[in-house]
C-alpha cells in the first residue's frame, strides 16, 4: 500500500495551491482551484446543479495532469474528466439514497468511483478495488481538513492526483449539503 495525502483550509481562495505529498513528505504534484466555464457559472448561479469551482491537479511544472469540468451532456449535467491525451464523460448513477458513483471507461478498463458507506471513496478497476480516499476526523483542528489516498496496487503518482481531483471535486463540498444532490439527482436523471 502507498499512501499520500493533503491538507485542505477551510476557506480556499483562487491563488491556494495544496501539494500533494507522499509519505515522506516529497511533492508530487499540486491541487488548484479554478472558476468553471461561462455557460456553467450562469446554470450553477441560476439553479446550483453544478460545480462551483472546477479542480485541477497540476505538476510542479504547473502543467495540467487532470480536471473536472461541468458539462451539458445529453439533456442533463455530466463531468468530463481531462488528462492530458484525452477527455472522458464521467457518467453519475445513483447508488443509494443521497449517493451516487461515476462510472468511465479508459481503453478497455471501466472504473467506478463510488463513495463507501463508511465515508471512504473507492476506486475500482474492473471491479478490483485500486484505491481509497478518507477523510482524516478533524474535530480538533478548525484550519484544516487532512485527506489521506491509499493505493493498493502500485506507486503511481498520477493515479493519487486523479483521486484527488475526483475525491475534491465529486465530494468533498457535497458532504454536508445533500439537498443538492437530491434535487440534482430528481431533476436530470431521466
Known sequence: MYTYSY???KH???QDR?????????VHCYIKKRKPRILTR????LFSFTLNYCFVAVDLNEKN?????ALKYRFKFDYMLTTPLQKIVLKREREQLIESKYTWQDNSDTYVFLQHYSAEVRLFKNDEEIATVKLVDT???????????TLFKEDDTNLAALMAVLYHSLYY??????TILVKSFSLFDF
Open 139 to 149: 474535530r480538533n483542528s478548525d484550519e484544516l481538513d487532512n485527506v489521506i489516498i
Open 173 to 178: 463540498y457535497n458532504r454536508y449539503d445533500s
Open 65 to 69: 495532469i487532470y480536471s473536472i469540468n
Open 18 to 26: 495544496l501539494p500533494l505529498t507522499d509519505e515522506n513528505g516529497n
Open 12 to 14: 480556499m481562495s483562487m
Open 7 to 9: 491538507k485542505i483550509p
Open 42 to 45: 450562469i446554470v450553477n448561479n
